[in-house]
C-alpha cells in the first residue's frame, strides 16, 4: 500500500470524466487500498480515483465516526440507480479543496450499484451522511465537484481561498 498525492483545484485533471474500469484486476485492488490508506490519512470520510490522478471509475468511503469500528466500502463503477424526491442539506468538504466547506442539498436516499473488488456486482441503498457522501464521490467520476451546485461567486471565492491556502503552505 502506498500514500498518493491528492490532487487540488483548479487542477484540470479534477474537472474530466472518468472511464468505467474494464477489468477488476490485482491492479484495481492496490489502486482501492492505495485510496483507502490516503483518504484515512488526510483524514477523509470518501475519495474518488480521479482525485490522485487516476481517470477511472472507481471510490472508496467510510463514514464510521471515531468510536465506531472502521466501515471500509470499495466499489468499482459505481451508478446511482434511484434517487428520492426528498432532499436533505448536508455541509460538504472535499480533500481537493482543502478547509472549505458549503451546504449542499441533494437527495436524501440513494440506490448505488457497483463491483465489489471481486467483480461482483452489487447493489446498496443510503440515507443521511452515506448517501450524501456517495453522491459526492460519484460526482468526482464525471468531472463535478460540490462547489459546482454554487453560484460562481461563491465558487470564484473558494478557489481563491484555496490558492492562497496553496502559496502559503509552499511557502512555509
Ligand atoms: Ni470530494
Given at each position: ?117 471481486n ?17 459526492h ?17 461563491k ?18
Open positions: 500500500m502506498a500514500l498518493r498525492d491528492i490532487l487540488i483545484i483548479p487542477d484540470p485533471r479534477l474537472k474530466q470524466e472518468c472511464e468505467p474500469v474494464a477489468v477488476v484486476d490485482d491492479g484495481v485492488r492496490a489502486l482501492l487500498d492505495d485510496m483507502l490508506e490516503t483518504m484515512y490519512a488526510a483524514p477523509g470520510i470518501g475519495l474518488a480515483a480521479p482525485q490522485i490522478g487516476v481517470m477511472q471509475r472507481a471510490i472508496v468511503i467510510d463514514v464510521a465516526d471515531d468510536k465506531e469500528k472502521p466501515q471500509p466500502l470499495k466499489m468499482i463503477n459505481p451508478e446511482i440507480i434511484w434517487e428520492s424526491e426528498d432532499v436533505a442539506t448536508y455541509q460538504e468538504g472535499c480533500l481537493s479543496i482543502p478547509d472549505q466547506y458549503a451546504d449542499i442539498e441533494r437527495p436524501v436516499e440513494v440506490g448505488v450499484r457497483y463491483l465489489d473488488e467483480g461482483k456486482e452489487q447493489e446498496i441503498e443510503a440515507d443521511g451522511l452515506l448517501a450524501t457522501c456517495l453522491q464521490e460519484i460526482d468526482h467520476l464525471d468531472g463535478i465537484l460540490f462547489t459546482d451546485y454554487l453560484s460562481a461567486l465558487r470564484n471565492m473558494i478557489l481563491k481561498k484555496v490558492q492562497k491556502l496553496q502559496k502559503t503552505k509552499q511557502s512555509a
